[in-house]
Nanobody, 125 residues
């Protein structure tokens, strides 16, 4: 079973919002930086946002800056990605991943060690 599990995907109309959750599956997230990524059919995996293990540092790709926010609660062993003002080109499978960073984080897919199985997000009218 995967060490990270994503929840919250689904269908939404353009302009709508979704909140994705990433939970540790018998895996403590509190010492790991967590990132969110997505992959649309025929496209490379794209880094969207990340948050350091303490939550004190975050980073966002230009494509989602101002629309997406990231947060975490280590007591709940969960990281969230709030997605607002969604557009059809946001349609993709969304993944969370864990990277061995302390004070920073990374949205480079190759620097993340453990991955969830993904959750589908579809934005259409």
């Amino acid at each position: 079973q995967p060490l990270l599990v994503e929840f919250g995907g689904g269908w939404v109309q353009p302009g709508g919002s979704l909140k994705l959750s990433c939970a540790g599956n018998r895996f403590n997230l509190d010492v790991w930086a967590i990132g969110w990524f997505r992959q649309a059919p025929g496209k490379e995996r794209e880094g969207l946002s990340c948050i350091s293990s303490s939550g004190g540092y975050t980073n966002f790709a230009d494509s989602v800056k101002g629309r997406f926010t990231i947060s975490r609660d280590n007591a709940k062993n969960t990281v969230w990605l709030q997605m607002n003002d969604l557009e059809p080109n946001d349609t993709a499978v969304y993944y969370c991943a864990a990277a061995p960073y302390d004070r920073l984080c990374t949205i480079e897919p190759e620097n993340n060690k453990y991955w969830g199985q993904g959750t589908q997000v579809t934005v259409s009218s």
